[in-house]
């Protein structure tokens, strides 16, 4: 099983609304991550976890907030979201840290794709 | 500072022929690994080929290799043969730590029928 699997594929929220994005992957993987990315763009890093620990928050408003239940899951809770907010939020996962022979790419889940109106 | 460059912001290709894409890097690490993604506007990172800076030869995966000069700092992707699914944004990406990824800007690639 190489994949990760987010849910849900599309989501409209209002800007007082709570919401959850999942990820899922089960390749036991060590490393997570959220990107989010707006159109014809690279992806922008905002949360690395590793070994279910934050690791990496690239100074992410807090009306994101993310958390990590267990090694092969991922949640990403939005709160108070502005419209400039709206945007493709990836998952990833990799091998994670440790030795060199250990290092992979990261794979993708299908993303999120998040308005908020 | 890690950073990736990809000077090329479009790029179009008659179906079966060859277009090279180029990425540039930066970066004061001799441990690192370069990947090639591909995003459809399906809009899944599917990962196309991957190459081990400690590896000599460069990497092939059928239609698509890579041109690494790591002295240069160089990682290009050559792909052959192109098909009309190759049309897509290509992001070159770089690790040292497996832990963090960096993208370039991506170069968008037309296919021309």
């Known amino acids: 099983d190489t994949e990760v699997t987010q849910t849900p594929k599309h989501l409209v929220m209002g800007m007082t609304n709570k919401k959850s994005l999942k990820c899922e992957q089960h390749?036991?993987?060590?490393?997570m991550y959220w990107y989010k990315q707006k159109a014809k763009k690279p992806p922008e890093l905002m949360f690395v976890y590793s070994y279910e620990k934050l690791s990496i928050n690239e100074s992410v408003p807090s009306r994101f907030s993310p958390e990590c239940p267990n090694s092969s899951l991922l949640n990403l809770h939005l709160h108070a979201l502005q419209p400039e907010d709206s945007a493709l939020y990836l998952c990833?996962?990799?091998?994670?840290?440790?030795?060199?022979?250990?290092?992979?790419?990261?794979?993708f889940g299908q993303g999120t794709r998040l308005t908020v109106v | 500072a890690q950073t990736v460059t990809q000077s090329q912001p479009e790029m179009s290709v008659q179906e079966a022929e060859t277009v090279t894409l180029s990425c540039t890097y930066d970066t004061s690490e001799s441990d690192y690994y370069l990947f090639w993604y591909k995003q459809p506007p399906s809009r899944q990172m599917i990962l196309v080929i991957r190459q081990e800076a400690y590896k000599q030869q460069n990497a092939t995966e059928n239609r698509f290799s890579v041109n690494f000069q790591k002295a240069a700092k160089s990682f290009s992707l050559k792909i052959s043969d192109s098909q009309l699914g190759d049309a897509a944004m290509y992001f070159c990406?770089?690790?040292?730590?497996?832990?963090?990824?960096?993208f370039g800007t991506g170069t968008s690639l037309t296919v021309i029928p």
């Open positions: 390749m036991g993987h060590r490393a």
């Open positions: 990406a770089y690790t040292t730590t497996g832990n963090q990824f960096y």
């Open positions: 990833a996962s990799s091998q994670g840290p440790g030795l060199r022979e250990m290092y992979t790419e990261a794979f």
